[in-house]
């Protein structure tokens, strides 16, 4: 389920408490990056043939954003040019099986991303790819919003 450009009951983008559904569940940030039609996702070394967008948790106490910066550095080596919020995802985190609340940014790179820290992949796609195992949220969510704001193409 996605909530677009804040409309969530209970805020949202504030990274509150009321963000997170149980001990069980993930609390995620993530950044939609495309350039060219074609979307970045990374794959971790626990799980290569899995891929995610870029991002990660949250530490303690540190707001959606300020993660977002942090992650895409440590993970790619990059910053985020204009990071603007997208949306909030509730869907099932595709390694642990729990639920996954995932707060999406878009962004744009003024570096070229190198895989670094746990990642085991980068990939550029159109998702249209048939060899490109996606983690459920990007299967089933962003991909078809990218799709209908035109920023992928329709597959």
Known sequence: MAHINGAVADGG???SDSLRD???SLVVVAAVIVQEGRLL???KKAA???FYLPGGKPDAGEEPLEALVRELDEELGVRPVTPRFLAEIESTAALEGVPLHLTVFTAGLSQVPRPAAELAHLRWIAGTETDVRLAPAV???ILPMLRRSGLVPVG
């Open 13 to 15: 983008r504030d990274g």
């Open 22 to 24: 149980g001990p069980e």
């Open 41 to 43: 996702v990374v794959s």
């Open 48 to 50: 290569p043939d899995v």
């Open 139 to 141: 299967e089933e969510e």
